[in-house]
């Protein structure tokens, strides 16, 4: 496949490890090495699908961020999709990741056979092709997704209008990335020196709106691309920056992001979309100005007006330490559920319940390396 | 950090559902930033850790639902559970205990013959390379093959639903026969059902099949040894992708074909040329993560895969890269995993690739004596990943 | 959500719709363009295009590719070969002289830690 295979060339990756290698341990001291934090959740499944921790040296640690959109919709909202799911007539449509995120009481997974019309869908269009072939249901779209999908679902409610769409309406649980960055530069436990930057977010919002983490927290970030040479070299880039003593926001991703972004995409955003004073996000507790809702001028489409939804918060069981170890304070292994209660078919908390999260990373592919393995 | 606390109404979740007597306290963990002798303590922890999570995996899978969903079909964790909780339990007996892909019996003769039955349901019923009925025969044909039979009776039951098209079913049919005929196979005796419209789904397909064991084979995942090589007989993943496509729900368009077939003359190519093959299993639901998981448990052994050596269509990786699956767990119809002493490796591999449904046969991986059950990937950059065992139906993901 | 995938336009099924089709190694879906209309180069069957959720994010610049590859097979040639002499020679210790400036590409200096790499061809890379 062109622009993927060439970026997973073991033998160019070598040589990144090389620089990495020779670079960290100018920097690492015995027992603290250079840590770098992920934010984006596909930065973790490439990470790990790909087992790029094992090939990096001891002197470089990566800690998995919240970039998950999917893990991080809180219980409460779960349950509010599935309330309206279970509504009669309601057709309920929805990404994959998020048919076994648990709310409160079950899965949308579960709901679907309990009875509720619960669709999978690849494409936010999809869901409006769904309402227009059945003009006597309710269809509703679970849009969840940072930057890079809420255009999508901007698109979709723009064309809803204009076709005079009235049985179609959106679900909006989409999230910004700025403000979790924040929380965790914010956190006193912090422990990083430096950031690989979300990839596909930044094609729409360019590199701009990193410029506060090194602005403001003097910490380098560099916008990455998501096959491993592109983390690969994200991490030369940083151990570069920190080397020379510079911390600046970087682009390793330049071809696909520009630093001003998608300035079509993000017109479309400001026109359907407003931000919500505040949202909470599992694990982080509530982050104002973090979340996106229809405008009122969009309220038609809008499902939280349409239904009535419980609306009720469901706080995260006592046991769950996905705060923490989202913040890369403990890891998952530390958690006192990772792996007992909690594990990818019993996810407790956000961390386990996507592929992505860092617990559930790790939990499938990471486990390896503290498993005595003899080398083939 | 900012923000203000909404006001609405809190439930709290209980813990009483988490009582696990493996949950450990923070203070027996010990957990703190300084630690003087730095990485060492910390690395000991960690393995604490992992190996209190192997021993909570070995557990009898638990089955808490008390719905079905379709997690439970998938082939992965929770059906076992399913099969474990409510199957097993209820009947009880050594031959199913051992969950092979069929029943190995001994007839007062001293002869072995092979029993074997499955349950067909696919949608649509018609997809690129195949049909339900293609299906049907071959899945069966297939299991017997596994346990080293040659297959030579089959038994079809039919649920039909009320004002199902006799046009469609004569075409089904059709395809039964003539996947029987090619497989050598008879269908020797079957059972008709017809059921109130609704009650199922156009038509479900059950067939039953038996055959003769030769003296000498005995294929059994018991058997695998350390240092044996697991090899598949084709290319990976056309089968789910076709089907996947077929339903038209992510409305992809490719040229992808099932490759369901039947295998058992391959089968006895490969034991003729290898006849120190320890164990075979068709990489139907679950795909061949999913047999190399149950090798790998069944045997304690580690399997280690590369990544590099597996083979699969490039247009089947194109679409799983677009869906965000992953081809290890998609399943086939057509394809089997063979774990083959290493002295044979090569034989078994020739005979394969010289065989129509084998030319794209390979190996491509190694069993190891360690970690016991745990099935490892070498990737193609260097590094490793464990492939673990399906948790639910391979959702496309979009994250 | 991060799950996008490169793919070249094959087809523009209507421009006033924005609705294109994309191969992606043999494989064809409807996607829509709308987002990268207004790319400056504009937009045309063998474009390659990033790929999410059913729609064009960005165009994909292969010039930009070609430099990242390029820079990446730059890397660490210098440094293999000093990680190559230090394996041979085990009682060797060379600590960095904190008073040398971080330079790239020409400077000797690398300090062996418990994170140097060994050079045992590929198996080096992958920790037990």
Redesign the interface.
């Known amino acids: 496949?062109?622009?993927?295979d060439?970026?997973?060339d073991?033998a160019?990756?070598?040589?990144?490890?090389?620089?990495i290698?020779?670079l960290?341990?100018?920097l690492?001291k015995?027992?603290q090495?250079v840590k770098f934090m992920e934010v984006?959740?596909?930065?973790t499944?490439t990470i790990?699908?790909?087992?790029?921790?094992?090939?990096l040296?001891?002197?470089?640690e990566l800690i998995h961020g919240p970039?998950?959109?999917?893990c991080v919709i809180p219980?409460g909202r779960v349950d509010d999709a599935i309330a309206v799911a279970k509504k009669p007539g309601v057709i309920f449509t929805s990404?994959?990741?998020m048919?076994?995120v648990p709310g409160?009481s079950g899965n949308l997974?579960?709901a679907?056979?309990?009875g509720a019309d619960v669709?999978?869908?690849?494409?936010?269009?999809?869901a409006l092709r769904i309402a227009e072939a059945n003009p006597d249901r309710e269809v509703v779209f679970f849009a969840?997704?940072?930057e890079?999908?809420a255009?999508?679902t901007a698109?979709t409610v723009l064309k809803a209008r204009e076709r005079g769409v009235t049985n179609f309406s959106v679900y909006c649980n989409h999230v910004t990335i700025v403000p979790p960055l924040k929380?965790i530069l914010?956190?006193p436990d912090l422990?990083l020196d430096g950031f690989i930057g979300?990839?596909?977010?930044s094609?729409?919002i360019g590199n701009r709106p990193y410029r506060f983490v090194p602005g403001t927290y003097g910490k380098p970030l560099v916008t990455a691309?998501?096959e491993?040479?592109?983390i690969?070299?994200s991490i030369?880039m940083l151990l570069?920056q920190l080397?020379?003593?510079r911390c600046e926001v970087e682009n390793?991703y330049?071809?696909?992001?520009?630093d001003g972004g998608?300035?079509?995409?993000l017109e479309?955003l400001a026109q359907v979309f407003e931000l919500r004073?505040?949202f909470?996000w599992r694990g982080?507790?509530?982050?104002?100005q973090s979340a996106l809702k229809l405008s009122p001028e969009f309220a038609a489409f809008d499902a939280e007006i349409r239904f009535d939804v419980p609306?009720?918060?469901?706080?995260?069981?006592?046991?769950c330490q996905c705060g923490e170890v989202l913040k890369g304070v403990?890891?998952p292994?530390?958690c006192?559920?990772?792996?007992?209660?909690c594990t990818?078919?019993t996810p407790?908390g956000t961390c386990m319940v996507?592929?992505?999260g860092a617990c559930a990373a790790y939990?499938?592919?990471?486990?390896?390396?503290?498993?005595?393995?003899?080398?083939? | 950090?900012?923000?203000?606390?909404?006001p609405?109404?809190?439930?709290?979740?209980g813990?009483a559902e988490?009582v696990?007597p493996?949950?450990?306290?923070?203070e027996a963990?010990a957990?703190s930033?300084a630690?003087s002798d730095?990485?060492a303590a910390e690395?000991n922890?960690?393995?604490a850790?992992?190996e209190?999570?192997?021993r909570?995996r070995r557990h009898r899978p638990r089955l808490k639902d008390e719905?079905?969903?379709?997690?439970h079909g998938a082939g992965g964790?929770?059906s076992a559970a399913l099969v474990d909780a409510v199957f097993v339990e209820a009947f009880r007996n050594e031959t199913l205990e051992t969950m092979a892909d069929g029943a190995v019996l001994g007839l007062p003769s001293g002869e072995r013959i092979a029993f074997s039955t499955d349950s067909y349901v696919v949608k649509p019923r018609r997809f690129p390379g195949g049909s339900i009925g293609h299906l049907a025969i071959h899945g069966t044909v297939n299991d017997l093959s596994m346990m080293g039979a040659a297959p030579s009776w089959i038994s079809a039951a039919f649920i039909i639903e009320d004002g199902f098209s006799i046009a469609e079913l004569r075409g089904i049919v059709a395809d039964m026969a003539d996947a029987a005929r090619e497989a050598g196979v008879i269908v020797v005796t079957g059972d008709t059902k017809v059921v109130d419209r609704g009650a199922c789904d156009g038509v479900y397909i059950t067939t039953a099949g038996v055959g003769l064991i030769p003296p000498g084979v005995n294929l059994d995942a018991r058997h695998i040894r350390p240092g044996d090589k697991v090899l598949v007989s084709g290319r990976i993943g056309d089968h789910g992708v076709a089907v996947l496509i077929a339903r038209g729900?992510?409305?992809l368009e490719a040229p992808i074909e099932s490759d369901t077939a039947p295998l058992n003359e391959l089968v006895e190519h490969l034991l003729a040329a290898a006849p120190g093959t320890r164990f075979l299993r068709d990489a139907t639901r679950g795909g061949v993560a999913t047999v190399c998981n149950e090798m790998a448990r069944d045997a304690e052994v580690?399997v280690?895969l590369h990544e590099a050596t597996l083979p699969v269509r490039?247009m089947v990786?194109?679409a799983c890269?677009i869906?965000?699956i992953d081809p290890l767990y998609v399943a086939n119809e057509g394809k089997l995993v063979a774990v083959v002493p290493a002295e044979e490796a090569n034989a078994a591999l020739a005979a394969m690739q010289a065989h129509r449904l084998g030319v794209d046969a390979a190996i491509i991986g190694?069993i190891?004596?360690?970690?016991p059950g745990?099935v490892?990937?070498?990737?193609?950059?260097?590094?490793?990943?464990?492939v673990?065992m399906l948790?639910?139906d391979p959702?496309?993901?979009?994250? | 959500?991060?799950?996008?995938?490169?793919g070249?336009l094959v087809e523009i099924v209507s421009l006033d719709d924005h609705r294109a089709i994309v191969e992606?190694?043999g494989v064809r879906r409807e996607i829509?363009i709308?987002?990268?209309?207004?790319d400056p180069g504009g937009i045309a069957v063998g474009d390659?295009v990033?790929i999410?959720?059913?729609?064009a994010?960005?165009k994909?610049?292969?010039e930009?590719?070609a430099?990242?590859?390029a820079?990446?097979?730059?890397?660490?040639?210098v440094?293999?070969e000093?990680?190559d002499q230090f394996a041979q020679e085990p009682e060797l210790t060379l600590v960095?002289d904190p008073d040398s400036s971080?330079l790239?590409s020409d400077t000797t200096e690398?300090?062996?830690?418990?994170?140097?790499?060994s050079s045992d061809g590929?198996?080096e890379?992958?920790?037990?």
């Open positions: 496949m062109k622009f993927v060439e970026y997973r073991p160019a990756a070598r040589l990144a490890v090389a620089e290698t020779a960290a341990s100018r690492a015995p027992g090495p984006c959740g596909g930065h499944h790990y699908k790909h087992g790029i921790e094992n090939v040296p001891p002197t470089v970039g998950c959109p999917v219980m990404f994959g990741d048919m076994r409160g997974l579960e679907k056979a309990q669709r999978m869908v690849y494409s936010p269009l999809d969840v997704g940072f890079t999908t255009p999508s698109v929380a914010e956190s422990r979300p990839g596909h977010v094609t729409v691309g998501f491993p040479l592109d690969l070299q030369v570069r080397t020379e003593g390793q330049t071809r696909a992001v520009s998608n300035p079509k995409a479309i004073p505040h909470e982080l507790g509530f982050i104002s609306g009720v918060r469901v706080a995260d069981p006592k046991a403990i890891k292994w530390e006192k559920v990772f792996g007992t209660a990818p078919e407790i996507s592929s992505e939990y499938n592919y990471g486990r390896l390396t503290k498993i005595p393995v003899k080398s083939a | 950090m900012t923000g203000v606390d909404d609405g109404r809190t439930v709290g979740v813990d988490f696990n493996e949950v450990i306290s923070p963990l957990i930033e630690d730095g990485g690395s922890r960690e393995e850790v992992m209190r999570i192997e909570w719905l079905i969903n379709s997690a964790k929770a729900d992510l409305a580690g280690t490039n990786n194109g890269e869906l965000g190694d190891t004596p360690e970690p745990i490892v990937l070498r990737t193609a950059l260097g590094g490793s990943r464990i673990d948790v639910g959702l496309p993901r979009i994250c | 959500m991060c799950l996008g995938i490169p070249q992606v190694d829509n709308g987002l990268v209309m207004g390659w990033l999410h959720v059913g729609f994010m960005t994909i610049d292969e930009e590719a430099n990242s590859l820079f990446i097979k730059l890397l660490g040639s440094y293999e000093e990680i960095a971080p790239s690398i300090a062996a830690t418990n994170g140097g790499a590929q198996e890379l992958v920790r037990p």
